[in-house]
């Protein structure tokens, strides 16, 4: 696996070239999905063990990627393992998400080259710290000091990712009251904040947890919830938690 990550949209594929390049002439090793997922391989395990061996990912930040559903998750993902995070706009007057707003970016080819040349080559001294699975002791006490908090909004949860038939649904949003209308081609699960006395303050408390990943794009409150959450919300009797 590779020391630096590359999170990108298939869209800016040739963006991601000219900085696959540069990392390259440094002798840096990285992991590209194109490259190192094989036909018929997990595209999940292979993140996920990518991000896990990893020291830097960085993030074509772009409209494409913006939209993309697996560029915040590696996001999210990087930054509950610590790592180093690298944001590169494809343009300057883009806006740069809230989840990684305060993380400096690069908008230039140069100003890549330059901080490879400097700093990246120093990457091939440094072994990847061990990294376990988010599905591990920490984080079930983490759940565990929640359910404590909110146990009515996690049974809400749970209730909603086991009626889920595909599967396939990550993200909640969060409105004021029931009657309020939210347009999105997306589906998510919804909570309201008159059913859920101090429901932002909850919310937030799950994503500094790393339960949730803030991915809200515009005003209303979108989060992404992290696999391993979904996995323990499903697989743990809340009720037997003290």
């Known amino acids: 696996m590779g020391k630096v990550f590359i999170s990108y949209s298939h869209i800016d594929s040739e963006v991601a070239d000219e900085i696959c390049k540069c990392i390259e ?98 990457l091939n001294s440094i072994t990847p710290p061990t990294s376990t699975s988010l599905a591990n002791d920490e984080l079930l006490s983490k759940l565990t000091k929640a359910y404590r908090i909110m ?20 993200e909640i949003v969060i409105l004021p009251f029931e009657g309020v209308i939210f347009n999105s081609t997306k589906i998510r699960f919804v909570y309201f904040e008159n059913k859920h006395d101090k429901l932002i303050d909850k919310v937030k408390l799950l994503e500094e947890y790393g339960l949730l990943i803030d991915v809200t794009p515009l005003s209303t409150p979108i989060y992404r919830m992290v696999d391993e959450f979904i996995e323990l919300l499903t697989t743990t009797n809340l009720d037997s938690i003290k």
């Open 25 to 122: 002439a440094e002798g840096v090793s990285y992991f590209k999905d194109v490259k190192n997922i094989n036909w018929g391989g997990s595209i999940n395990n292979e993140v996920r063990s990518a991000l896990e061996q990893s020291l830097a990912v960085i993030v074509i930040i772009s409209p494409a990627s913006l939209k993309s559903n697996w560029v915040p998750f590696e996001i999210g993902y990087a930054i509950a393992l610590k790592r180093l995070i690298l944001p590169y706009l494809t343009h300057p007057s883009i806006n740069v998400p809230e989840y990684i707003g305060g993380i400096k970016h690069l908008s230039s080819i140069n100003q890549v080259q330059e901080y490879l040349q400097t700093k990246l080559s120093k």
């Open 151 to 170: 146990p009515e909004l996690l049974h809400e949860m749970r209730k909603d990712i086991l009626s889920d038939n595909t599967q396939l649904v990550r």
